[in-house]
């Protein structure tokens, strides 16, 4: 049963190699190994090329830059596993990763499983994984993607998946946080989800990432445009989980309205504002943190507040 494994490379020199030698090293052999060289301006490129000529396992994609769902994108299309599971370039994974996954995914006949993983941070190690291993429905497993108690999280990396999941789903291209508009869709179509407390991931957060761009405009915007397309996909298929994707986008909403500096798109508030006035009947009453959503509701006229008033004070 040949698993392929998804690599996209991008400015990830001094971690490329320890990420494909993690993965060649795999107790279990029937891997195909697809590195995607996502246009990277370093030796990445022939670093990749090197490993081909020796391993056959290794399939090599040149491609121009364009982004993380992009380079997983281009994998998707030629990939031949049964199985897929992906790895980010600048991190590595457990000797058993794939052969625990696979045995995993067979023995509870999912579409679908979810592990554990390790954090790496400031040289501090985190596991995180689940309290309680156990089967979802695809409604359960979503609303963890949501409220997120449980690691049942967004990642793309930490998880292995029939390819039959993928025929009709891709990443969204140009977008921060892509695994956000994909993992739901992809548990949908999955409906059974076996999450596992095994850890077989190794993350590198680096502060310099796409992870360390929480607050800036495009991340927020990004986040926002997912989430909002994720919510109507919820009123159409899980209207029992609207409420908490109200939550998540209401204070998605706050942190932008507090960080987003004065240069800050028009059109982004224009997206709070039309989100807010579209679903004002159901945020209206329900709390937020022991707050009324209805404070949050009246924050949209403040952004415009802050632009009128930034026109003023710097108009020619």
């Not at 058993?96 to 501090?124: H, M, P, W």
């Not at 409604?139 to 990642?155: F, S």
């Not at 029992?240 to 706050?254: D, G």
């Amino acid at each position: 049963m040949l698993i392929s494994i998804i690599i996209p490379i991008y400015k990830v020199e001094p971690f490329i190699v320890r990420c494909i030698d993690s993965v060649l090293h795999q107790t279990y052999r029937d891997i195909e190994i697809i590195l995607v060289d996502d246009g990277s301006p370093d030796n990445c490129g022939k670093i990749c090329d090197e490993y081909a000529i020796k391993d056959s396992r290794i399939v090599v994609i040149h491609k121009e830059n364009g982004g993380l769902s992009s380079a997983r994108n281009a994998a998707l299309d030629i990939c031949k596993g049964e199985y897929i599971m992906f790895v980010d370039s600048d991190d590595y994974v457990e000797p058993d990763f794939c052969e625990i996954a696979l045995k995993t995914l067979n023995e509870k006949k999912v579409s679908c499983v979810s592990f554990g993983y390790y954090e790496f941070r400031n040289n501090q190690r985190t596991r995180y994984v689940t309290s309680q291993p156990r089967v979802l429905n695809a409604e359960e497993a979503i609303k963890q993607l949501i409220i997120r108690t449980d690691v049942v999280y967004n990642l793309a990396w930490n998880k292995i998946y029939h390819r039959s999941l993928f025929e009709t789903i891709r990443y969204p291209h140009g977008k921060l946080y892509e695994d956000n508009g994909t993992t739901y869709k992809l548990f949908h179509l999955a409906g059974r989800i076996y999450v596992t407390d095994i850890p077989l991931y190794n993350y590198i957060r680096r502060d310099e990432s796409i992870t360390g761009q929480a607050y800036s405009s495009r991340a927020i915007t990004d986040k926002f445009d997912l989430w909002y397309a994720r919510l109507l996909f919820l009123y159409a298929h899980y209207p029992n989980l609207t409420k908490a994707a109200h939550q998540q986008l209401l204070e998605l909403v706050q942190l932008g309205f507090v960080t987003l500096p004065w240069t800050s798109s028009q059109s982004l508030i224009e997206k709070f504002k039309q989100y807010l006035d579209t679903y004002k009947k159901d945020i209206i009453n329900f709390k937020l943190n022991g707050r009324l959503i209805s404070l949050y509701y009246y924050c949209y006229p403040l952004f415009y507040l802050r632009v009128s008033t930034y026109k003023f004070v710097h108009r020619k």
